[in-house]
């Protein structure tokens, strides 16, 4: 009932934008559900690397900001107008602030959370997840036999990329910066691993795939790979530009994919799920593929969310793999 949800909440939130000493794990009000809206008790919030960008500037939005995108929780307190969502319901979300013990989400955009999928899995998966989906359907479908670049391999998106990858029966040439991380993209999917931090990228995947080049990369690092990428794609491939880990692509001219007829896209994932219809079907066969065993959501660490600060030191510090969690 509403009058269990208290006043007050802590929540993961900065003021300015900055490095991690300026998150703050803090008090503010519980927000109130609009009439469209249900809110969300959080059990689980996800940390992407989008989270790193709002904190510090790269992208914007208003201050203060409860930090977050992704969560999942159950439902307590209802808006006016909010069909087929019940108290009581366990859902997913990607909406901002759910950095806290409650968000007010518009309720098109939670989804129930199947009784096969286990506690904190929902959380842990359904943005790097559908990124991951997305990006082999629309961004370029992949097709069997296809040679794949796919940088940053053993990260969130890249250890899921990298199955769903090997599902469909591509030649997967995976990226990372160490040895161990380079390991578990093998055992998930990478069947030629790269060490792009040591070894020459464009002559690796030229060798590999005997002088062909491969078909499409996805590159979440931005600027530090983007020339190599021009480089080992093939004529008519297709360079799907996903993320700035590394910094922004500065500009470019057109006239450096009339050398190859390529295809350069730079997706988001939200231009992919913005009907209902789209986020239902990505979701659910995402969570389909999860219930039969055929995608592994490898969680590096479940952090409580008063440790926002360390998590967000960890994932910029490169020493992870996998998916970062919070527990609230
Ligand atoms: P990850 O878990 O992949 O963490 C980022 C990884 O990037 C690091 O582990 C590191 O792997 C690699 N990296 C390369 N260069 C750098 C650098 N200079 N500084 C820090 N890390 C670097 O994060 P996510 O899975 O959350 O996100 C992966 C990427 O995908 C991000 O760029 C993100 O913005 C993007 N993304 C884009 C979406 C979209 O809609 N377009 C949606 C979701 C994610 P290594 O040590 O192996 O180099």
Redesign the pocket.
Known sequence: TMASIPTTMKAAQYSKNGGVEILQYTDVSVPKPKDNEVLVKNEYVG????DI?YRTGLYSAPLPQITGREAEGTVVALGASTPGIKIGDRVAYLHESTGAEYTAVPAAKVYTIPATIAPGVAAASL??GL?ALTLIREAHYVKKGDWVLV????????LLLVQLLKAVGARVIG????KE?LELARENGVEFPVN??DDDVVARVKEITGGEGVRVVFD???K?QFDNDLQVVTRKGSIVS??????KVPPISLDVLAAKNLKLLR????NYITTREEFERYTGELFEFITKGQLNVKIHETYPLADVARAHTD??S?K???K?LFKV
Request: overall charge positive.
């Open positions: 940390l992407n690397y989008i960008y943005l790097q990124t940088h940053a391999a053993a990260g969130g998106v890249g990226t990372s910066s160490s991380k792009y931090k979440s690092t931005g530090d996903f993320g700035n880990s590394s910094g997706p988001r994932l939200f994932i910029e490169r992870t793999s996998g970062l």
